[in-house]
């Protein structure tokens, strides 16, 4: 006999979810503490490449189901295989993956609920702003297996200082939320129970804002960090030029003038 409808639950290994703006995609392998197989990583990249394209989105909240955010790869089916083209494949298709989240013209914030080690923890750090319950722990706890975590030692060394990164690299110890938030992996640390809320506070405040400046703010945010402080101040000069010749960039200023409520139209 199959379940009454309003009890069936979704056995999608991710789930998305469009209100407002924001779009919500969860992590759904609860049992397995939402490890980063081929599968799920494969199903983020199909939902990021869409929401690549869909002007409605406005904001990416990147969450978890069950009692952790991400432990990293599923190490088991890592050690299903001992060819290193199959390994390489995989780290290839995560690098992927949060490349992506950097080139989305949306902005994408980490909704962090128990654990985040490993390519979880850099899922976290890759992720434009982060949220976390005050019992989230985070760990690039690699090195306890003999695997230095070289794939999230990018996200996390442009994140937070050299030695704080590589104390954790190297002894793969886990920090709290609060000590996160202090290292700058996360913006902000709030009550398990008011991490949704908060999350969609942040998120909403986003949307009000020009989606054309953001846009063009983001990609301007990292580019800038590969440069040297000239070429750096040449290219920001440059993108505000563009930016103040757009039609956001002078109704807000008129609207600030005037004091009224903008009226944007991400152009």
Known sequence: MSAP????????????????????????R??????????????????????????SVRVVVIAANGKAFCPGHDLKEMRASEEREVHQALFNKCS?????????????????????????????????????AEDSRFAVSGINVGLFCSTPAVPLS??????????MLLTGDFISAQTAQQYGLVNEVVPA????????AL????????????KLGKEMFYRQLTMDLSEAYAYASERMACN????????????????RKPEWIGK
């Not at 129970?193 to 969609?200: D, K, N, R, S, V």
């Open 5 to 28: 409808a309003d009890q069936v639950i979704d056995q999608s290994i991710l789930l998305r979810e469009d209100s407002d703006g924001i779009t919500t995609l969860t992590l759904n």
């Open 30 to 55: 609860p049992a397995q503490y939402n490890a980063l197989s081929g599968e799920l990583l494969t199903e983020l990249q199909t939902a990021l490449d869409d929401i690549n394209q869909d002007d």
């Open 96 to 132: 992927k993956m949060m490349l992506t989240i950097n080139q989305l013209p949306q902005p994408v914030i980490a909704r962090v609920n128990g654990i985040a080690t490993a390519a979880g923890c850099q899922l976290v750090a890759n992720c434009d702003l982060a949220l976390a």
């Open 158 to 167: 442009r994140n937070m200082g050299r030695k704080q990164a590589l104390h």
């Open 193 to 200: 129970a008011e991490l949704e809320q908060a999350t969609i």
């Open 203 to 214: 998120a909403k405040k986003i949307v009000a804002r020009s989606a054309h400046a953001i």
């Open 244 to 259: 103040m010749d757009s039609h956001d960039a002078r109704e807000g200023i008129d609207a600030f003038i005037q004091k």
